[in-house]
């Protein structure tokens, strides 16, 4: 009887990734087959197939068809350099010199709806409360890569009526917007870095393999009443990105006088 042994899998999970973070099984070789490694462990194959489905959610392998279980090429991390300041060019502020040349690879959307529980919580909105959404995908301009998500929440007492709810802001965007028509001048950024796994649409819209999970940075900015104008949701390949930034040094971390 085919029955799987959840100790049995676990073992055999552990022996292949080792085997794939040593070298043994390369990046684009093709695993065992099922039925040789049932036969080589003496398991079940239900047991050896959950056991590449771990494997698959870590994102070590991706199954092929035709091909069977191959490892996957994991790509070189691109580091984001957080300098701790906002930067700007020709057509507004910007926060990633890295990122500074993407381009949205589809039109923007521009909605009204309830924004995620975390998200609203931030807004300080209750979670059924509409806002003003602004969606985009960007990407490197001449692969057509895409490489981020960014959506912009903004509270209804603040963007309702105004041109932050049209579809083309113009040039310096929502920020020129704020600051130079709306008297939230000048604007201040906090940021935080978390993760969390993707959505299926987030995964297909930066094309992750199964078991990636986002990078998230979420930005709040604030007018100089302490208003929060806006939160700004990014997610990234976590995969593909890492942040990185500068360390000082504090007054009180001196070097110390012989």
């Given amino acids: 009887m085919d029955t799987p042994d959840p100790t049995a899998k676990q073992?055999?999970?552990?022996?292949?990734?080792?085997?794939?973070?040593?070298?043994?099984?390369?990046?684009?070789?093709?695993?065992?087959?099922?039925?040789?490694?049932?036969?080589?462990?003496?398991?079940?194959?239900?047991?050896?197939?959950?056991?590449?489905?771990?494997?698959?959610?870590?994102?070590?392998?991706?199954?092929?068809?035709?091909?069977?279980?191959?490892?996957?090429?994991?790509?070189?991390h691109r580091r984001i350099t957080r300098a701790r300041q906002v930067?700007?060019?020709?057509?507004?502020?910007?926060?990633?010199?890295?990122?500074?040349?993407?381009?949205?690879?589809?039109?923007p959307t521009v909605s009204w709806g309830p924004a995620p529980r975390d998200i609203a919580a931030i807004l300080g909105v209750a979670p059924a409360a509409p806002v003003l959404i602004r969606d985009r995908l960007m990407g490197t301009p001449?692969?057509?890569?895409?490489?981020?998500?960014?959506?912009?929440?903004?509270?209804?007492?603040?963007?309702?009526?105004?041109?932050?709810?049209?579809?083309?802001?113009g040039p310096g965007g929502i920020y020129d917007i704020l600051e130079r028509d709306l008297g939230h001048d000048p604007l201040t950024w906090h940021e935080s870095i978390g993760s969390r796994m993707p959505t299926p649409t987030e995964a297909t819209d930066l094309r992750l393999t199964k078991g990636t999970p986002l990078l998230r940075i979420i930005r709040r900015t604030t007018s100089p009443d302490g208003?929060?104008?806006?939160?700004?949701?990014?997610?990234?390949?976590?995969?593909?990105?890492?942040?990185?930034?500068?360390v000082t040094r504090h007054p009180s971390a001196e070097r110390p006088t012989p």
Avoid at 142 to 169: V, W
């Fill in 11 to 76: 073992r055999l999970a552990a022996l292949l990734r080792t085997g794939i973070t040593d070298g043994t099984y390369p990046p684009g070789t093709t695993l065992p087959k099922i039925l040789d490694l049932a036969a080589q462990h003496g398991i079940a194959k239900q047991t050896v197939r959950e056991a590449i489905t771990l494997l698959e959610e870590e994102g070590l392998v991706e199954v092929v068809r035709r091909r069977g279980t191959v490892v996957r090429a994991v790509p070189e």
């Fill in 87 to 107: 930067f700007r060019d020709e057509r507004g502020y910007y926060f990633d010199p890295a990122a500074q040349p993407w381009i949205a690879l589809r039109t």
């Fill in 142 to 169: 001449d692969t057509r890569e895409p490489e981020q998500l960014a959506t912009s929440y903004l509270p209804e007492h603040i963007a309702r009526g105004t041109r932050l709810a049209e579809k083309d802001t």
């Fill in 227 to 246: 208003t929060l104008v806006e939160a700004l949701d990014t997610r990234m390949s976590a995969e593909k990105y890492e942040i990185g930034y500068p």
